[in-house]
């Protein structure tokens, strides 16, 4: 008898300087326990790697643009993970979450192409918030990100491990 694991993971990879992504993070993770047949698991960018892509099944990659690119610890996390999982986790569904102060749209495209060399499968476009920050002490202080954005990234969250566990993705 072949042997189907009945739990699949959704890996959730995050950095978060003043608390925006983490919260957008959190509550996708909410949204992806609504399915009580996947296992969540979130991980700061720092401490995941190879390891964490290999035993999960999906990702949502989820950190803020930094000077028009995504933040340093998430590249730092892909350039570390990029070749020893090539060609390992290819079809594999993902999703993209960025907290950003009025733009986002270079940080998610940066992950959208290392997702497309991993041959990735995205799931929906990449969910962009932005705080509106502005000034250096706008920007330095912590962020609280709104009910109906948390919401829509806990949709997400939500589609993301209804489609895992459902063999969709
Ligand atoms: C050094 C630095 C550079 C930033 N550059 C950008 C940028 O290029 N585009 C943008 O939209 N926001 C930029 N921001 C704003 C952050 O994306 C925003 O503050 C976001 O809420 C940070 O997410 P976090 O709360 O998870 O740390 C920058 C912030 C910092 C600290």
């Not at 995941?48 to 999906?58: F, I, K, N, S, T």
Request: net charge neutral; charged share 20%; hydrophobic share 40%.
């Amino acid at each position: 008898m072949p042997y189907f694991p009945l739990v699949k993971s959704l890996l959730i990879v995050y950095h978060s300087r003043t608390g925006g992504t983490l919260q957008m993070a959190r509550a996708a993770a909410t949204g992806a326990r609504r399915e009580s047949a996947i296992r969540v698991r979130m991980e700061t960018a720092a401490a995941a790697g190879p390891r964490e892509l290999l035993e999960c099944d999906g990702y949502l990659f989820a950190c803020p643009e930094n000077l028009a690119a995504m933040s340093g610890v998430m590249k730092d996390f892909f350039d570390r993970s990029y070749y020893p999982v090539l060609d390992r986790i290819q079809g594999r569904a993902y999703a993209t979450l960025i907290c950003a102060g009025s733009d986002g749209t270079n940080a998610a495209r940066q992950i959208e192409r290392i997702a497309t060399g991993w041959r990735l499968r995205d799931i929906a476009p990449p969910l962009i918030v932005c705080t509106h920050a502005q000034s250096p002490e706008e920007i330095l202080r912590p962020k609280q990100i709104g009910q109906e954005d948390l919401g829509r990234c806990e949709e997400l969250g939500a589609t993301l491990a209804a489609g895992l566990a459902l063999g969709i993705f």
